[in-house]
């Protein structure tokens, strides 16, 4: 009963490189949802999704690209990484927008 | 001014003391809201829903007072492995809005 799966869980990129981190869940929810949690902020709501093929910008969606795919799967891309993305960030599901989320371990991420 | 607020703390209280963590919303619109833990370096857990009636899971109590909106947590008989931090999350519509997080740490 794996939940919600963030791979990788840790990265160092330099500035300008690209990456994808990839969220799987197995629970069958509709929702996702991609996070980022720095020092001071909280959890801040990057994009999220309430069903297959679809996306919709959070609070601070700039220099991130998502797609959904498949149900299971959510893809959060950073183009060209810059120091200002050096951050933890969480995926999460939830059946309903109205349900609780369930969260995956996070994914260390550092630009230099 | 954050959407939800909260003292950041810490709280140090030891082992089996009475500790009560406030947080405040800002919008009024807010539907629902929800208590999660986050253990240092660990991803946040749902803790309990928060409903307007007050509601109790063990040692754990939450209060939402709509009128001057504003929602409690009450950890009775506190024990080590409740150190860690609380947030406080709003719900509107299909988002939540997380406070930045209460961190309580309980001493022998």
């Known amino acids: 009963n794996a939940g919600v799966t963030q791979t990788p869980k840790f990265r160092v990129l330099k500035t300008g490189q690209s990456m994808t981190l990839l969220c799987a869940q197995d629970?069958?929810?509709?929702?996702m949802y991609w996070y980022r949690q720095d020092p001071g902020m909280g959890l801040r709501l990057i994009h999220y999704?309430?069903?297959?093929?679809?996306?919709a910008k959070g609070e601070v969606p700039d220099g991130y690209n998502v797609s959904r795919l498949k149900k299971q799967n959510f893809l959060l891309g950073l183009e060209s990484a810059a120091p200002s993305q050096t951050s933890v960030y969480f995926c999460a599901s939830s059946y309903e927008g109205v349900q609780p989320q369930h969260f995956g371990d996070g994914t260390r991420l550092s630009i230099l | 001014r954050k959407e939800v607020e909260q003292d950041p703390g810490p709280f140090n209280v030891p082992e089996g003391a009475t500790v009560a963590f406030n947080c405040t919303y800002s919008n009024s619109a807010s539907q629902s809201f929800f208590w999660y833990r986050q253990d240092c370096r660990k991803e946040p857990k749902l803790l309990m829903s928060?409903?307007?009636s007050g509601n109790e899971d063990g040692r754990f109590t939450a209060q939402l007072n709509r009128a001057s909106q504003y929602i409690s947590l009450l950890i009775r008989d506190s024990k080590l492995s409740d150190s860690a931090t609380y947030l406080c999350v709003a719900r509107r519509g299909n988002k939540l809005t997380f406070g930045t997080g209460t961190q309580l740490k309980v001493e022998l």
């Open positions: 928060v409903y307007s």
């Open positions: 999704s309430v069903g297959e093929g679809t996306t």
């Open positions: 629970m069958n929810h509709e929702y």
